[in-house]
């Protein structure tokens, strides 16, 4: 059994930071993905930056320069750093981790930037 548990979500004004926190737990498969989506009020849920296990990151390009992923590897955590928000990056920020050939959700966690 995968959990995955988030932290870190909230509200802040445009310009500011938040940092986001998941950590993973069970039987994870050594070669992952690790991942955050994020989807806002009517919208589709959407990738935003991935950790491959390889030790590859990438990002969407509508967080590049703004948003770093990183990741620790003894803990299978992963960590969001968002800064300079913008009231468009308001949404659910989702935890996805891919393990063989399963996907795992977190929760969700409420990120609100007010302009």
């Known amino acids: 059994q995968v959990q995955l548990v988030e932290s870190g979500g909230g509200l802040v004004q445009a310009g500011g930071s938040l940092r986001l926190s998941c950590e993973a737990s069970?039987?994870?498969?050594?070669?992952?993905?690790m991942s955050w989506y994020r989807q806002a009020p009517g919208k589709e849920r959407e990738l935003v930056a991935s950790?491959?296990?390889?030790?590859?990151?990438t990002y969407q390009d509508f967080v590049k320069g703004r948003f770093s992923l990183s990741r620790d590897y003894a803990k299978t955590t992963v960590y969001l750093q968002m800064n300079s928000l913008k009231p468009e990056d308001s949404a659910v920020y989702y935890c996805?981790?891919?393990?063989?050939?399963?996907?795992?959700w977190g929760q969700g966690t409420q990120v609100t930037v007010s302009s």
């Open positions: 996805n981790l891919r393990s063989g050939k399963s996907d795992y």
């Open positions: 069970g039987s994870i498969f050594s070669i992952n993905v």
């Open positions: 950790s491959f296990s390889g030790g590859v990151t």
